[in-house]
């Protein structure tokens, strides 16, 4: 049985960063995610913005750790190599009515020491696209690719000696004496404490140990994605006035780092928290929404849906509204838990980090390591080379010069080296997430078979064993017809 000093289960967002923030730390930490990569629920499935705090009640959890987590973003991004712009938000009011909400955002905003916000009037709109009555702008507001933003977490968390134990379920967790044991489908492991950051099945961790105080309501958000070619519809995010029920923000319109816009997310309650698909109704619903902010948008220019499913503690009986809580259990020591994670939690994941580990802290004694390492500086994509950097790399290994990924130009180098991750995920969305390959106008109709070659060929792995994104997600299943030896 392997010993740890933490166990943490979940490896989204806010697992792999308190991972991180362990891993600088003579500590033996392990994360257990039951899916086939880190960020496989919500934490891929968001808007990836990076919120300010106008939102969140002054006081509350949610506003100081937005607000906290805004101001180290950019030197995380710095030492990471994660991708971040400054592109701001306006939040629109469509009549005089409206800027009442917007001064109601401001003074939230203000209270919450969030600098720069400013309601300007229609005109001073520099949004050619959008017209409106006035609107607030948030110049303190930006954008994250999340996935990226998770996996540089976790990836330089295991080149700090963090162990990540992929498609491992924790199955039960028992509290012996002054440890954990933790049983999964891969064996059993055993901690002092345990971190519980399995997001929507948070209570179903709690629940193996003690009787949960808290239900879980699961409020699935889905989104469009519009093809690259409309990326000069917008330059800033463009949110409307909030509405009042169900604790969201409203149907949005969002740049995202990789140059496509985001239409969503929608807003509905429902009862199973693995039901993450996309409906022709909702679809209708987002384009509609989209175009009362910008009238121009065209079915044509949707290339994809997809959708998460937010983890929230108030039912839409409530008003679906309720703020963060990160405990350590008052029966069974030694157990932190993270409730009800939802937006801002992408902001606030490096400052809630922090606190789990002062949580920690005082518990097992820290001590700094001396070979604490941060990320190597990611190189640039092909794409965004000169043509002098092109040929250099090519000249160097000639696999830089096969694309394999028509419309996102991702070379053959590119996808090896997404595949050659330090947590050994090698999935078709491990690779899509990490070069974009499969994430342009065709979905993957050109590159798929290549990818699914490459891993073939680099890694020896039989095809019946490669996955789309999930343990049971295999492409293959066995040949249609027999290959005859020549």
């Not at 697992?15 to 991180?20: D, F, K, P, T």
């Not at 003690?210 to 800033?236: A, M, Q, T, W």
């Not at 029920?245 to 985001?262: A, D, R, S, Y």
């Not at 419309?407 to 996808?415: H, L, R, S």
């Amino acid at each position: 049985m392997k010993n740890f000093h933490v166990a943490i289960i979940g490896g989204g967002v806010i697992g792999s960063s308190i991972a991180w923030e362990l891993s600088k730390y003579k500590l033996d930490v392990v994360v257990f995610e039951m899916g086939s990569d880190v960020a496989s629920g919500a934490s891929k499935a968001n808007s990836g913005v990076v919120h300010s705090g106008i939102n969140s009640p002054p006081s509350s959890l949610k506003a100081r750790y937005c607000v906290e987590g805004n101001k180290i973003l950019q030197s995380l991004a710095d030492n990471l190599g994660f991708p971040l712009k400054w592109i701001g938000k306006y939040v629109i009011a469509k009549n005089e009515e409206e800027i009442k909400e917007l001064e109601r955002l401001k003074k939230v905003g203000i209270e919450n020491c969030v600098p720069g916000l400013k309601i300007k009037n229609g005109a001073e709109v520099t949004e050619p696209n959008i017209s409106c009555f006035a609107a607030l702008w948030v110049p303190t507001a930006g954008i994250v690719s999340p996935y990226k933003f998770t996996m540089a977490f976790a990836e330089n968390a295991a080149e700090n000696d963090v162990k990540f134990l992929l498609e491992t379920k924790v199955t039960n967790l028992i509290k012996h004496k002054d440890c954990f044991i933790l049983k999964t489908n891969k064996g059993e492991y055993q901690s002092l404490l345990v971190v519980n950051a399995a997001g929507l099945n948070c209570r179903e961790i709690i629940s193996m140990v003690e009787k949960p105080d808290f239900n879980v309501y699961p409020c699935r958000g889905e989104y469009l994605v519009l093809d690259k070619k409309h990326s000069s519809l917008i330059n800033s995010m463009i949110y409307p006035v909030p509405p009042k029920e169900l604790g969201v923000l409203g149907v949005h319109i969002t740049p995202t780092i990789g140059g496509n816009i985001l239409l969503g997310p929608s807003a509905e309650f429902i009862d199973d928290t693995e039901n993450k698909k996309t409906t022709r109704e909702m679809m209708k619903t987002l384009i509609i929404e989209g175009r009362k902010i910008i009238p121009a948008i065209s079915d044509r220019a949707v290339i994809n849906a997809y959708s998460g499913i937010r983890c929230k503690l108030a039912s839409p009986e409530e008003g679906g509204w309720s703020d963060y809580r990160i405990e350590e259990s008052k029966q069974v020591s030694g157990l932190i838990s993270l409730l009800g994670i939802e937006s801002p939690g992408l902001t606030g994941a490096p400052a809630i980090a922090k606190d789990v580990v002062r949580m920690i802290s005082q518990s097992i004694e820290l001590k700094f390591k001396d070979n604490f390492k941060f990320a190597k500086i990611k190189r640039k994509r092909f794409s965004e080379m000169s043509v002098k950097e092109r040929s250099d790399f090519i000249k160097k290994d000639e696999r830089w010069g096969r694309i394999v990924c028509r419309c996102e130009q991702i070379t053959e180098k590119e996808v090896i080296d997404a595949l050659s991750n330090p947590l050994g995920a090698k999935t078709l969305s491990s690779v899509k997430y990490r070069c974009r390959a499969g994430m342009g106008r065709c979905q993957g109709g050109f590159c798929t078979q290549h990818i699914i070659r490459i891993i073939k060929k680099q890694f020896n792995m039989d095809v019946k064993n490669i996955k789309l994104r999930s343990p049971d997600s295999n492409l293959f299943f066995g040949r249609t017809r027999e290959v005859r030896n020549e």
